[in-house]
């Protein structure tokens, strides 16, 4: 009974596949009118010739694959890298985690422990699952660090901003001379979006907004409504931008303390199985020759 409703359902998961693959899910109307006029997503370059570029097309055409990468396309847009890249990530790890299960149960029946058929089939689906998933966590880890660093970049580019307010700059001259002052990619990306503004004929802070939104940073869009609503006076921008910036330095402070002090506590627990572990090995012939003693 348990083989015939493993293979119901592998076969069942297969045709559900083939079919997501023959007729993939249709995008919003509104989702796709409003990618337009969007800047262009600078990713690293892959070739398209490569296998793992071919493999991502491919596997991008199931509608689970591409709701996936849906969801996660700001942390790929934060580190540029290219979805088909990310969609042959995906699919080898699910693999490698497919495989785990019957390669160690092979191994275990060469010991000559037999098992279940149903054994190396839930390791295969616990492991494609789990391989799946390993992916997908580095990858909001990576991009929460390089929001960091953005907004570590974004506290120097509203220090820049103020002093050449200060020194009797334009609105508009002070946020281009700032992102023309440093180095790196979250200044490359601010000097991309105000070029492309510029282009489209929008105001500097729409286009930092713009930018804010499509990297999903909350103090990039918070800085942009801020600069419009202080509007073209120069006294109200540089108290602002300065404001923005001790805010976010206060808040990164306290978010490293936090984190120390996390990584402090989880470094206490295998402190004290060490401590336990020593005091059991301590005591083991003691308790040992009690034991002995008393038989």
């Not at 359902?9 to 006029?37: D, E, F, K, N």
């Not at 970049?153 to 002070?174: H, I, K, N, R």
């Amino acid at each position: 009974m348990t083989a015939a409703v493993l293979a119901g359902l592998t076969v069942g998961a297969g045709l559900a596949l083939i079919a997501s693959g023959w007729s993939p899910a249709h995008q919003p109307l509104a989702v796709v009118l409003a990618r337009l006029g969007q800047q262009r997503v600078e990713v690293r370059s892959v070739d398209a010739t490569t296998f793992d570029a071919r493999v991502g097309a491919r596997v991008r055409r199931l509608s689970i694959i591409e709701r996936r990468l849906d969801a996660m396309r700001a942390d790929l847009r934060v580190l540029r890298r290219s979805p088909d890249e990310q969609a042959a990530q995906l699919v080898t790890y699910a693999l490698i985690g497919l495989l785990w299960g019957p390669l160690v149960s092979a191994g275990i029946l060469l010991v000559g422990v037999p098992l279940p058929l149903v054994v190396p089939a839930w390791l295969a689906v616990g492991g494609a699952a789990f391989g799946a998933l390993i992916p997908l966590r580095a990858v909001r880890q990576q991009a929460t660090d390089a929001r960091r660093t953005f907004i570590h970049a974004l506290g120097a580019y509203c220090d820049v901003t103020g002093m050449c307010l200060a020194a009797g700059q334009g609105v508009d001259g002070a946020l281009t001379r700032a992102a023309n002052a440093g180095t790196g990619w979250p200044f490359a990306e601010l000097r991309g979006a105000l070029r492309t503004g510029y282009l489209r004929g929008e105001a500097p802070w729409e286009a930092i907004s713009r930018l804010g939104t499509d990297l999903a940073i909350d103090d990039l869009v918070e800085l942009g409504a801020t600069i419009a609503l202080a509007g073209e006076e120069g006294a109200a921008v540089r108290e602002t931008v300065s404001s923005k910036a001790r805010s976010m330095r206060e808040r990164l402070v306290a978010d490293a303390e936090r984190d120390a002090g996390a990584t402090t506590e989880r470094m206490g627990i295998p402190a004290t199985m060490l401590l336990f572990g020593f005091v059991f090995f301590l005591g083991y012939p003691a308790i040992a020759v009690l034991f002995g003693n008393a038989h």
